[in-house]
């Protein structure tokens, strides 16, 4: 415990600290992006609460306000990483707790961003490292290359090796599971854990690869949109899981396939096909949180990339 307590201890180094923040800045920018694109089906955007009661656009921006501390420390811990990758998961899951709890004080209880700050947690400190290991000798970011990125995923799947089997190991003897304990013991679903012990497959081989070919020309919004649609079509969304059982995800899968396959948000009347999307989830209670964290974090990469 004193080797991991050394090794995340907080850089003093200036330069160090100025790559922490500009990693932070993308990781907010990117969840606040996330947050206002509209509209979005089920989601909570800036036009409607879509399936969600118990908050609104400004309890997610509020909330979001309330991550930047962890995010740069998440980022800081990589920076100055010199043991292994697993003892990095280590390291930075106390942050990650620490900025639930900030989370929850700012939105009064409610769950707005406790899957994305398990998701970037882990990208913040593997771009953190990787920019460390890349011995640049400079106080600004610059921009990752492709390779550079590929390097963040690599060194995810070293970080989380054998987590999800690590996590649910003592299951049977709890008394009270967690909405992703509950899935994994209902339906074998691994959740976000074992997206990220996968290396976040959805992000690298759809997500990311679509933002990268779009046109920075197009409007963001356009953009966004068609790379969400890519996310709720071929993840295993938790969220949706939860709220609705594996017949709503496979219900979101197929529409969101169809939307694609009709020409995504380039084809005739896209925007009024999305909001009829909303009204349909929002009857049967539907919401894509889990594709909205993997929206995220791939707009944190292309943050890192400058293609967005």
């Known amino acids: 415990m004193e080797k ?11 330069e160090l600290n100025q790559i922490a923040i500009q990693l932070a800045k993308y990781a907010q920018q990117a969840i606040l ?20 009661t118990d908050m609104t656009i400004y309890t997610f921006l509020d909330s979001s306000s309330s991550l930047f501390k962890g995010f740069v420390q998440f980022a ?12 990095l998961l280590k390291a930075i899951r106390p942050v990650g707790v620490e900025a639930e709890k900030q989370m929850f004080e700012e939105t009064n209880g409610i769950n707005t961003h406790k899957g994305i700050i398990f998701s970037m947690g882990l990208f913040l400190a593997a771009a953190g490292k990787v920019y460390q290991e890349s011995k640049k000798k400079t106080d600004k970011l610059g921009r990752f290359s492709e390779q550079d990125t590929d390097k963040i995923f690599k060194e995810i799947l070293r970080m989380t090796v054998g987590l999800v089997s690590n996590d649910f190991k003592t ?16 339906y074998g679903i691994t959740g976000i854990r074992g997206e990220a012990e996968n290396g976040y497959p ?31 079509a071929f993840s295993e969304d938790s969220n949706i899981l939860h709220r609705a059982g594996i017949e709503g995800l496979e219900y979101v899968q197929q529409e969101a396939e169809k939307f694609i396959k009709d020409g995504s948000m380039k084809q005739i009347k896209a925007f009024e096909r999305v909001r009829k999307m909303n009204k349909q989830f929002v009857s049967k209670q539907i919401s894509p949180g889990g594709s909205a964290d993997l929206l995220s974090v791939t707009l944190f990469l292309g943050k890192l990339e400058g293609i967005i």
């Open 171 to 186: 299951i049977k003897a709890k008394k009270k599971l967690t909405n992703g304990e509950k899935l994994y013991v209902e």
């Open 202 to 232: 959805v992000v690298r081989r759809l997500a990311l690869p679509q933002l990268r070919k779009t046109k920075c020309e197009e409007s963001t919004q356009v953009r966004l949109l068609d790379v969400l649609y890519q996310l709720m």
């Open 33 to 52: 992006y996330e947050a206002v694109l509209s509209p979005k089906p089920g989601l909570v955007d800036a036009v409607d609460n879509g399936s969600h």
């Open 4 to 14: 991991i307590q050394m090794d995340a201890s907080i850089s003093n180094n200036i």
């Open 76 to 87: 800081q811990i990589g920076l100055s990483w010199k043991s292994t990758s697993k003892e």
